[in-house]
């Protein structure tokens, strides 16, 4: 995909007058324990892909940037991304994955990093990080621990959100987290008026209600989204992408004066714009997700094949513990199957969606 035909967005001024502006001092800190304390600081973050990753790693951006102003920061990600990352204010520049790992260390090279910050910590990002010979940190990915789970259901999982092991990556520059959640930035071009494009919703309240997923096993049934919609006591709007917009047409057509089909109408960022501005939002584990609890929405989240203890439910620290919902099958033989999802259940039966209390999900949003 073509970065000039990537929209993605700047969050409104509003979304952040509930934020301190108080930061750390770390002068003293760089002074006598950074690697380099009289050099100025360089520093690439990598993570690669995809959305929901990508937004993620935001807090981490955010604390580097206010925390050492006058550190230059570069992000890695792969071309299809970039627009992502490329509105964030704390960002200097963008780098693009190039066509081969050798490609991207030449491109790099020549920026003589002070450090590298490693959020996608795989093989690829692992040589990359030898090539350049630069000081480099990576977040602890509990890959033995997650294939316990999976594949032996034995759980050591720390209780710690993904923020926060991204977050462990800088403690040696003495960044502390800002307790300050996602971020996520809306372009205006990409703010949607509710009233004019879905005539429908008017300027009511209305819930919206991501059906997509990449992986299936992360996916409601068709018919569980419908049951929920007739149960909601608001209208919905539905959030996916053109894969999703034939599902989507089905469950809009049954309930014609109840929902509306946007999957694969919006952009993502137009998609964010939506969200931004809805009461409440069903997700599965998603990007969009992630992007809700950017703009710290009540989240009813509903979890398939993956589970809330990988670490990655809404992060919502400024909201509390009670700011999002979950609706799961506890106590499945076979769930997890994976850590991050099947084109089909393995069991083909798809009792971790099949029952999911729909009465529950609905009861959380309309109350």
Request: proline fraction near 6%; glycine fraction near 6%.
């Amino acid at each position: 995909m073509a970065l000039s035909k990537l929209s993605f967005g700047i969050k409104n001024k509003a979304a952040r007058t509930q934020r301190s502006t108080k930061q750390p001092f770390c002068g003293v800190y760089l002074l006598f324990f950074s690697p380099y304390p009289f050099m100025s600081q360089k520093i690439l973050v990598i993570r690669l892909s995809s959305i929901g990753d990508i937004v993620l790693t935001s807090p981490v951006v955010r604390c580097l940037k206010k925390q050492l102003p006058h550190a230059q920061l570069h992000f890695l990600c792969k071309p299809a991304f970039a627009g992502i990352v490329a509105p964030n204010p704390y960002i200097n520049k963008v780098q693009l994955w190039q066509s081969n790992l050798l490609a991207t260390a030449q491109l790099l090279k020549k920026e003589n990093y002070t450090h590298i910050i490693d959020l996608h910590h795989n093989q690829r990002t692992l040589l990359l990080r030898w090539l350049l010979g630069v000081h480099a940190t990576a977040f602890n990915k509990l890959n033995l621990q997650k294939w316990l789970a999976v594949n032996l259901k034995y759980f050591t999982l720390p209780k710690v959100h993904i923020v926060d092991r991204y977050m462990e990556t800088v403690h040696f520059l003495g960044i502390k987290n800002d307790d300050l959640g996602l971020d996520f930035f809306i372009l205006p071009d990409d703010v949607v008026n509710i009233t004019q494009r879905f005539p429908m919703i008017g300027s009511q309240p209305y819930v919206a209600f991501a059906i997509g997923a990449a992986h299936a096993t992360k996916r409601l049934p068709a018919h569980k989204i419908v049951t929920i919609c007739e149960l909601l006591n608001r209208q919905v709007i539905l959030l996916g992408g053109k894969e999703d917009a034939h599902t989507g047409s089905q469950i809009a057509h049954k309930l014609p004066h109840k929902v509306i089909n946007a999957c694969g109408q919006l952009r993502l960022g137009q998609s964010a714009s939506v969200i931004e501005q809805a009461h409440k939002v069903i997700t599965p584990d998603t990007g969009l997700m992630h992007i809700a609890a950017a703009f710290n929405k009540p989240i009813m989240s509903l979890w398939g094949n993956t589970l809330p203890e990988f670490g990655m439910y809404p992060y919502l620290p400024a909201l509390g513990g009670n700011a999002f919902g979950v609706a799961e099958v506890k106590n499945l033989p076979c769930r997890p199957c994976s850590k991050i999802g099947y084109a089909h259940c393995p069991q083909k039966h798809f009792r971790c969606m099949e029952l999911i209390d729909e009465n529950k999900v609905a009861d959380w949003v309309n109350g």
